[in-house]
């Protein structure tokens, strides 16, 4: 993992690594699109909107602090 992604994207590639699951799993379990998600998790949009971060969270059965801390 590069160093100089936002800590978002790291956060959401670790707990999905945890889970086991694909972008496009994810993607559909949160709701958002692929082309959204994929662009979050390499730092492409690396200010999301918080409702954004609150599907995603819930995606991945986490809270939103876990994703931004």
Do not use: C, F, W
Not at 5 to 33: E, F, H, W
Not at 48 to 69: H, W, Y
């Amino acid at each position: 993992m590069s160093s100089d992604l936002p800590v978002i994207s790291k956060n959401i590639k670790k707990y999905r690594s945890k889970l086991g699951i694909s972008q496009d799993k994810l993607s559909k379990l949160a709701s958002v699109t692929l082309h959204t998600l994929t662009k979050i998790e390499t730092g492409a949009t690396s200010d999301p909107r918080i409702e954004t971060l609150k599907k995603i969270a819930r995606g991945l059965n986490v809270s939103v602090n876990d994703l931004i801390k």
